[in-house]
């Protein structure tokens, strides 16, 4: 069974920075994706960035140039480093894995930015 556990979220000023963790544990296959979504109140669930098994990066394009997303392949963690926030980067964010068509969803982190 796969489990993603977060960390990391809490409350900013704008202008300020957090990282998130995301760590998977249990059968994964080594071609995978894994990535960052999130969900403000009454809002779609959107794609904040995504990184492959190889290291290849999508960002959504409000964080382009203001957020990072790296991985430990090894130890099947990923973070998300993000600089400059705004309040509106206030959202659940969502830890995300796929591989073989399956997707996995962590529980979710509040990050709150005040302005």
């Known amino acids: 069974q796969v489990q993603l556990v977060e960390s990391g979220g809490g409350l900013v000023q704008a202008g300020g920075s957090l990282r998130l963790s995301c760590a998977a544990s249990?059968?994964?296959?080594?071609?995978?994706?894994m990535g960052w979504y999130r969900q403000a109140p009454g809002q779609q669930r959107e794609l904040v960035a995504a990184i492959t098994s190889t290291g290849r990066t999508n960002y959504g394009d409000p964080v382009q140039g203001r957020f990072t997303i790296s991985r430990d392949g090894a130890k099947n963690t990923v973070f998300l480093q993000m600089n400059s926030l705004k309040p509106e980067d206030t959202a659940i964010y969502y830890c995300h894995l796929r591989f073989l068509r399956a997707n996995y969803w962590g529980q979710g982190t509040q990050v709150t930015v005040s302005s």
């Open positions: 249990g059968s994964i296959f080594f071609d995978n994706v």
